[in-house]
């Protein structure tokens, strides 16, 4: 079946440390997306990617990076840059502008 | 920026009534408008999209309706169930491969 594969489920990380979120499709999707969902707000565009080796800063990328070597993939790594990283991270991806885009099942981080 | 709202922020209902779900805004220059459900803990599934020529879109018990004048739209749920207790959220795209969420309505439907 095709899908969006998020893992892990679940991370545990120390301040500090860089860690990376990862995102596969087997949609053939051409478009990526990352967004953070913090309780009681609206999901956050984290970076987004249109076609493969390039991307774009969404709304809150600092802290963060990205990587798009494949079409099927799209990694988040959340640096130690990132002054609040505890949350709950979505992955996304579309085929066009005008399409439904479709969500992995999410991992939530936990940094102590 | 686009703001988009959804009030309420959580709606309890009992089992058969009609569940109404709003979602506003700011910016009407929008390419399309997205519905999606979420269950605790999990991704968001996609309910139905409206294209901004479009007025409604329908599938079973579920009809999206968009006013892109007055930067509304609503999602009507037939009948509701207990498996429709979830949180429902929009989200609107200028075609620009970006779009804008709202915070969600969380929906509880007692047995």
């Known amino acids: 079946d095709g899908g969006i594969t998020q893992s892990p489920k679940y991370l545990f990380r120390k301040e500090g440390q860089n860690v990376t979120l990862s995102c596969e499709q087997n949609l053939n999707h051409d478009a990526m997306y990352w967004y953070r969902q913090d309780p009681g707000q609206g999901l956050r565009l984290i970076y987004y990617s249109q076609i493969v080796n390039d991307f774009q800063k969404g709304d809150i990328a600092e802290g963060y990076s990205v990587s798009r070597e494949k079409k099927e993939s799209f990694p988040l790594t959340v640096t130690s840059a990132q002054k609040n990283p505890t949350a709950f991270y979505l992955c996304?991806?579309?085929?066009?502008?005008?399409?439904?885009?479709?969500f992995g099942n999410g991992t939530r981080l936990t940094v102590t | 920026k686009q703001e988009v709202t959804q009030i309420p922020a959580a709606l309890s209902v009992p089992e058969g009534e009609n569940l109404v779900l709003n979602c506003s805004f700011t910016?009407?220059?929008?390419?399309?408008l997205q519905w999606f459900r979420q269950d605790p803990g999990k991704g968001l599934t996609s309910l139905l999209l409206?294209?901004?020529?479009?007025r409604e879109q329908t599938s079973g018990r579920l009809n999206a309706s968009l006013d892109k004048s007055s930067g509304r739209s609503t999602l009507y749920i037939a009948a509701s169930q207990p498996g429709d207790s979830a949180t429902y959220l929009c989200?609107?795209?200028?075609?620009?491969?970006?779009?804008?969420f709202g915070a969600g309505t969380t929906v509880t439907v007692r047995a």
């Open positions: 996304a991806s579309r085929s066009q502008g005008d399409s439904p885009l479709h």
């Open positions: 989200a609107v795209s200028k075609g620009d491969y970006k779009l804008s």
């Open positions: 409206i294209q901004s020529s479009q």
């Open positions: 910016d009407s220059a929008i390419y399309n």
